[in-house]
């Protein structure tokens, strides 16, 4: 047994909000049990919680959507891992938020989480992104589903180092897969370097892009990133990358951060079973730095933030 | 044994039970390959409670595990091939063993390996160990390509790999652990304490599949992988309780029961089905310290029933 307190538990949670961000996003808003307070005022972005869905009901049959009636008959046993997109500790309470994609049946339950309701979850886990010291700038690379964490480290750059600029370049599929920024996506205007609401509000100047061209620039976000460094040669020993999003666009902006030799920090996802490294079933197929062998870290305990230079991409 | 329905909630009761001459202080253990190695459980529960530990599989050199997607969810349920990922003999010994100082709990050691002689190494070298009160011999994992469950499917290597790993355990329990994927579990299980198995655990995972119907190909990489969880309790209560009343009872040898375990009513079926332990794995991923509330469980379903101790209980299936 440590006598240190513990750093992680199993806590519970009172819905304060659950709101819809166009019609396959979320925003749930949780008050964490007064136990949950230490751990989580040590918390980091890029860390997660492992949430129990297997006792929510599947909403009304018609508010399924149709691509998802026949998955959402499946039951739920395992929690479902999700990032912060902001944690607030202020005077004994702590309020978390979690945005969420609706997927599959686990994420369509959520939906039905009212005002008042309680959930339970498993958390602080894994590692968030690291800090380092003196970088003046900051490169925040988000795709489709991987704002979150990313939101939520904007927000903790900006108070812990106020003197570090912020760029974001943010992709999705297309103009509706930015939701999670919560916007009125129908007002989004066609133009490069639009701020979408989350970021405008921290004064962060944002790149648009999306693959079908309805919102920014047409193409992959990791492009944009690559043209933005090309033109702009920030200074590797000031600049810092931290990206999240598919695996395809973490190896994309991996391998350009490599080759303008600027360091680059992935949150990475795996299924999971358990999230707190009991299970070894979140593999990251990783480069031991010592000796080059290839060995497995787990996303669960060692990440999910891992530096792209460990990562062996495939 | 006269159970008489009258609830004492003041009614002391004995959970302790015996795994040959290990006693435990209760009947639940932590099942191998969903606890981690010592420690991990730390943060979740006061692993003194638990009546023994089990760890991970441990084999004679480090071994990767297999690519991933290594788990999927089904209905109740859940695949796992993660392939017998751990960190070798060695290092378990050099920085786990001396972990397990910390605690008062029995611990017990899986291990795996593809040939004979593998698993002899490994069990030489952890027998040596003095704060390790036995080993788990796992003869039935779904998950490697070759050695682990055709060991546990064939009688006759069942009796030699049982025969030659009882010589070098000197002192310790040896269990042996019985893979489900066979026509007759009771074949097994009599080869197994035939040759000196002081106590015998089951259920491991049922060998499963889960394809993906967009791009017809199986989710896991490893193709096939071993079903736990919920969806196999049925059939693992009625595997001990085949096994308890064939071969165990009659040799006067435990089982430590498991497969599916979540609730105390649960860990009361397979004790009442002919197990002395259970084991608690994919149960404890939902939530991590069911275990404790499971304890708590079977103390008030004995106080409800006017039983006294857990070991009447054993067996005791009308
Ligand atoms: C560390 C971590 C942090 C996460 N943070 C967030 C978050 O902040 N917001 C959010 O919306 N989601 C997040 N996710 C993903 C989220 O956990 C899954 O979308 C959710 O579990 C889906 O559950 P479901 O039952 O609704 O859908 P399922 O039926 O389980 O899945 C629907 C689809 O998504 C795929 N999928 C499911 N889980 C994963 C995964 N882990 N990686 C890749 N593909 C997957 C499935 O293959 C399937 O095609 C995170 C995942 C991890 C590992
Ligand atoms: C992720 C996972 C990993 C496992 N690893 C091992 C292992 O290394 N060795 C072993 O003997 N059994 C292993 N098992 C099997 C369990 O110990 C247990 O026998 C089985 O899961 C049935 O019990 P349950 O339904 O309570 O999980 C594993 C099971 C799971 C789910
Ligand atoms: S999810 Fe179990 S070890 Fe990572």
Known sequence: MTDSPPKKGVFNATVLMNRSLGDKFCRLTLELEKKANIPFSHASAGQFIEIDISKLALPAEKLIPQHLSDSAQRDIILRRPFSFADIDCNNDTTVVEILYCVLGPATLRMKTLKIGDSVNFIGPLGNGFKIPENRKLALLVAGGMGAPPLIHLAKVLKKQCPDTELIAFVGAKALAGLAFFDIETSKLKKETDIALGEFSRLNIKTFISTDDGSAGVKGFVSESFKNWLTKNKPDDKDTIVYACGPEAMLSATAAISSQFKLPCQVSLERRMACGTGLCQSCAVKCRDKANGNTIYKLCCKDGPVFWSDEVVWE | ?318
Request: one cysteine or more; hydrophobic letters at 45%; aromatic letters at 4%.
């Open chain 2, 1 to 318: 044994m006269g159970i008489k329905k009258n609830n004492d909630i003041n009614l002391s009761v004995n959970l302790s039970v015996n795994l040959g001459k290990v006693s435990l202080i209760n009947p639940l253990i932590t099942a191998s390959g969903t606890c981690g190695y010592v420690d991990e459980l730390d943060d979740f529960l006061d692993i003194n409670q638990l009546g023994a530990f089990i760890t991970k599989s441990i084999t004679i050199k480090p071994r990767l595990g297999n690519d991933v997607p290594r788990i999927v969810e089904t209905d109740s349920g859940m695949l796992n091939a993660i392939g017998l990922a751990n960190i070798g003999v060695e290092k378990f010994i050099q920085e786990k063993v001396p972990m397990m100082e910390r605690y008062k709990t029995p611990f017990f050691v899986n291990i795996a390996g593809q040939t004979i002689d593998e698993y002899l190494a490994v069990a030489d070298k952890l027998s040596q160990c003095r704060r390790i009160a036995g080993l788990e011999l796992n003869i039935s994992c779904p998950n490697v390509k070759q050695g682990g469950i055709t060991f546990g499917t064939d009688p006759a290597l069942v009796r030699q790999i049982t025969t030659e790993v009882k010589k070098v355990v000197r002192d310790k329990i040896l269990v042996v652990k019985l893979t489900p994927s066979v026509t007759d579990i009771s074949a097994i299980a009599r080869a197994a304490v035939e040759c000196g198995a002081d106590a015998l655990s089951l259920v491991n995972t049922f060998t499963a599949m889960v394809i993906d119907i967009e791009t017809q190909k199986p989710v896991l990489a490893n193709r096939t992988g071993g079903l736990s969880g919920p969806a196999i309790k049925p059939i693992a209560v009625y595997l001990v309780n085949k096994v308890y009343n064939e071969v165990a009872k009659p040799a006067g040898v435990p089982i430590i029961g498991g497969g599916g375990i979540r609730t105390a009513s649960d860990a009361i079926e397979f004790i009442i089905a002919g197990a002395t332990a259970v084991t608690i794995g994919t149960g404890g991923f939902i939530n991590p310290d069911c275990a404790v509330k499971i304890i708590q469980g079977i103390k008030d379903y004995l106080r409800r029933q006017n039983i006294t101790a857990v070991a009447e209980l054993i067996g005791s299936l009308k």
